[in-house]
């Protein structure tokens, strides 16, 4: 949900109010939209299953030299990047 401030509104608050508000803002701006968060991870569990192993386990093999970086590896790393990075900006 996108959340929005009024100027006016914000002007009206007390200063505690007003802190809390904008704290509240920008946490809601922060926030993956609605939905990417789990379309990252849909995207994930697609690579997971085509592959036959966990990203734990590509990631593992990739760095041994195991497994070869193709594109849709690359992707893979990528979505895994985007996945990491909207869940520490949930916590």
Same mark, same amino acid.
């Given at each position: 949900?996108?959340?929005?401030?009024?100027?006016?509104?914000?002007?009206?608050?007390?200063?505690?109010?007003?802190?809390?508000?904008?704290?509240?803002? =920008?946490?809601?701006?922060? @926030?993956?939209?609605?939905?990417? %968060?789990? /379309?990252?991870?849909? #995207?994930? *569990?697609?690579?997971? +299953?085509?592959?036959?192993?966990?990203?734990?386990?590509?990631?593992?093999?990739?760095?041994?030299? =195991?497994?070869?970086?193709? @594109?849709?590896?690359?992707?893979? %790393?990528? /979505?895994?990047?985007? #996945?990491? *990075?909207?869940?520490? +900006?949930?916590?």
């Amino acid at each position: 949900m996108v959340k929005t401030l009024r100027l006016a509104d914000l002007a009206n608050l007390s200063p505690t109010e007003r802190a809390a508000a904008v704290r509240d803002l =920008a946490r809601s701006a922060l @926030a993956p939209s609605n939905g990417e %968060l789990e /379309a990252v991870g849909s #995207q994930i *569990r697609a690579l997971e +299953r085509r592959y036959e192993m966990t990203s734990a386990a590509m990631e593992s093999k990739l760095a041994a030299g =195991a497994l070869q970086e193709t @594109a849709e590896i690359a992707s893979w %790393l990528i /979505a895994l990047d985007a #996945q990491r *990075r909207m869940r520490g +900006r949930e916590a």
